[in-house]
């Protein structure tokens, strides 16, 4: 019989993979400014013009440089940034790792039903929870990786207002190149945009997705609390060392729990209600599990 911690060890290792997904992201950053610079060089509408520039001296001179050309060319271009960005993405590795990440979904979905029916001596209805794991495993790989997915749109905003702004003043655009590989991959003072935004969207798919399953194997097998799961840390929030102290949630004091968490703790996403309080459990970035079960009150007690 699968247990408990059978089931939490399964989440912990598919949890560390994540982690190591994020460490491959992080060192993905030169590469993807390398390749969609090379990109932006090739296909951006540019001319070389006689521009005043500032030395290092703080003297004024005029130097030629190869600068942006605002007008209906570069409003093209721009329209073409997702699919260039989306290929660069793929070219540089990334596409096929996010794809290599999600398929650790199937694992948590055999995990969770081997608990659930174990526990329950019945089988679940297989086929909703496979189509859960296939649409979230479709819907995260989209986010990451697709043009108008979470991570492209997200990146493309700041770019987008780079390449107008520069184009109007004139800037070179090995400039331009520069602050846009800066913004990609970070400075020793900033955190690069690619690896916060990825990183963020591949970890709230992964609980989400884990969110998802639970909240409908609760229905499944009509379960009335959530066990809430994971280590503390000392940057853990009020509501999450609340209800890990606690050891588990009754469906019934969800909300009341849910107000606790917003008039007392942070972080919490705003829209949590009972209903999708697996999926978002305790706010943004949340690493906690909220497992289903069925914990015997005093008032079943009092009926039997």
Not at 34 to 49: C, G, L, M, V, Y
Not at 103 to 127: C, G, I, M, P, Y
Not at 171 to 199: H, K, M
Request: aromatic share 8%; net charge neutral.
């Amino acid at each position: 019989m699968a247990g408990i911690q059978d089931l939490v060890k399964t989440l912990r290792k598919i949890a560390s993979t994540e982690l190591d997904f994020e460490k491959e992201i992080k060192a993905l950053g030169e590469k993807l400014v390398k390749d969609f610079s090379k990109k932006i060089i090739d296909n951006a509408p540019t001319e070389r013009r006689t521009i005043s520039v500032i030395d290092s001296n703080g003297r004024r001179r005029q130097e030629t440089a190869s600068v942006l050309v605002s007008g209906t060319k570069l409003d093209d271009f721009i329209l073409r940034l997702p699919k260039l960005l989306e290929k660069s993405l793929k070219d540089i590795g990334f596409t096929g790792k996010a794809q290599n990440f999600v398929q650790n979904f199937d694992t948590v979905k055999d995990a969770n039903l081997s608990f659930h029916e174990s526990q329950n001596k019945r089988k679940a209805d297989r086929a909703v929870v496979t189509s859960i794991t296939n649409q979230m495993k479709k819907l995260v790989t989209d986010r990451l990786t697709n043009a108008n997915g979470t991570l492209s749109q997200t990146m493309l905003v700041s770019i987008r207002q780079t390449l107008q702004s520069n184009a109007v003043s004139s800037v070179p655009l090995t400039t331009t190149i520069d602050q846009i590989g800066d913004y990609i991959a970070g400075t020793p003072d900033v955190a690069g945009q690619f690896s916060r935004i990825a990183t963020l969207t591949s970890r709230d798919g992964y609980y989400q997705f884990q969110g998802k399953i639970d909240q409908n194997l609760a229905t499944q097998f009509g379960y009335n609390a959530y066990r809430y799961i994971g280590s503390l840390v000392d940057e853990s929030r009020p509501q999450c060392v609340r209800w890990a102290d606690k050891g588990h949630i009754l469906f019934s004091e969800l909300e009341e729990e849910i107000r606790w968490a917003e008039d007392n703790g942070s972080g919490m996403i705003e829209g949590t209600t009972p209903d999708n309080f697996a999926e978002l459990r305790g706010g943004y970035n949340c690493r906690h599990f909220a497992v289903p079960v069925f914990i015997e009150t005093n008032e079943e007690t009092t009926e039997e």
